[in-house]
C-alpha cells in the first residue's frame, strides 16, 4: 500500500486549499476512503470519508466547508477545503477507513501540512 498526499500548505483564515492523495497497492475502488488529520499533541481523526459508491461523510465542524470526492479511474481522493479556519491546522492523511471511521491500513503516507494564519 502506498499513499501519498499533496496540496497542503500555508493559507489564511477564509482561503481555500485542494488536498489530493494518490493510492497504490490495493484496488482503490473497492474501498471506502478518508480523510484524517492530526494536530500536534492530539490524535488522528477522521474528518471525512467516502464509500466506494461515492457517498459522503462528515465530522460536523466540516459540514458546508469541506468536501470529499474521488477519482477512481486515477486511484486519487480529493479534500477540497473552504472558509479555512486556523482550527483547521494540522496535517492531513488519508486512507482507506472501516467500520465508519476506522483506517484500514497500517501503512500512512507523509501526509500533507495545513497550516491556516494570518
Known amino acids: 500500500v502506498h499513499l501519498v498526499e499533496s496540496g497542503g500548505g500555508l493559507v489564511q483564515p477564509g482561503g481555500s486549499l485542494r488536498l489530493s492523495c494518490v493510492a497504490s497497492?490495493?484496488?482503490?475502488?473497492?474501498?471506502?476512503m478518508g480523510w484524517y488529520r492530526q494536530a500536534p499533541g492530539n490524535e488522528r481523526d477522521l474528518v471525512a470519508a467516502i464509500t466506494n459508491s461515492g457517498s459522503t461523510n462528515y465530522v460536523d465542524s466540516m459540514k458546508g466547508r469541506f468536501t470529499i470526492s474521488r477519482d477512481n479511474a486515477k486511484n486519487t481522493l480529493y479534500l477540497q477545503m473552504n472558509s479555512l479556519k486556523p482550527e483547521d491546522t494540522a496535517v492531513y492523511y488519508c486512507n482507506a477507513v472501516f467500520d465508519g471511521t476506522l483506517p484500514t491500513f497500517d501503512d500512512w503516507g507523509q501526509g500533507t501540512q495545513v497550516t491556516v494564519s494570518s
Open positions: 497497492g490495493f484496488t482503490f475502488s473497492n474501498y471506502a
